[in-house]
Nanobody
Framework: QVQLVESGGGLVQAGGSLRLSCAAS????????MGWYRQAPGKQGELVAL???????NYRDSVKGRFAISRDNAKNTVYLQMNSLRPEDTAVYYC?????????WGQGTQVTVSS
């Protein structure tokens, strides 16, 4: 069983930065992929960024060049560095880990970007 705990959300002005963290515990830090998803009120959830177990990263087009996903194996943590934030980035951000046939989610962290 894996537990994921996100942190780092908050309120920031447009153009500002935040770094989200997703700390994994309960099992070895081995995964097929870890990703950050977000869901804004009244909208469907969407994948923001993904990193595979081999370190390959992928981003949705709207965050390319602004967001960066990374991992620290020593801390069992995945990060999402978010720069040049926009009001449309406002959402609850969730961390997701997939390992073999299992999927784990964190509880989410709110990111609010004011204009």
């Amino acid at each position: 069983q894996v537990q994921l705990v996100e942190s780092g959300g908050g309120l920031v002005q447009a153009g500002g930065s935040l770094r989200l963290s997703c700390a994994a515990s309960g099992a070895s830090f081995v995964f097929n992929a870890m990703g950050w998803y977000r869901q804004a009120p009244g909208k469907q959830g969407e994948l923001v960024a993904l990193i595979t177990g081999s370190g390959i990263t992928n981003y949705r087009d709207s965050v390319k060049g602004r967001f960066a996903i990374s991992r620290d194996n020593a801390k069992n943590t995945v990060y999402l560095q978010m720069n040049s934030l926009r009001p449309e980035d406002t959402a609850v951000y969730y961390c997701r880990l997939s390992r073999d046939s299992s999927v784990y989610w964190g509880q989410g962290t709110q990111v609010t970007v004011s204009s």
